[in-house]
């Protein structure tokens, strides 16, 4: 798979309604980045149960 972004091999895949897309290790890190600055991070996690581990 191709990433979406560019001409490079997509390192990852997401999927939502049958629909791929591939990105390659920089455009994933940019999307991260640009997401991380959002609400669209806050979006995420309310959506997902994500728990710190114990500190112990």
Known sequence: MQ?????????????SDGVRVGLCE???RERIEELA??????NVREQVDVRQPDSE
């Open 3 to 15: 990433c979406h972004y560019c001409d490079r091999a997509a390192a990852y895949a997401a999927e």
């Open 26 to 28: 920089e455009h994933f």
């Open 37 to 42: 600055e959002s609400d669209g991070l806050a």
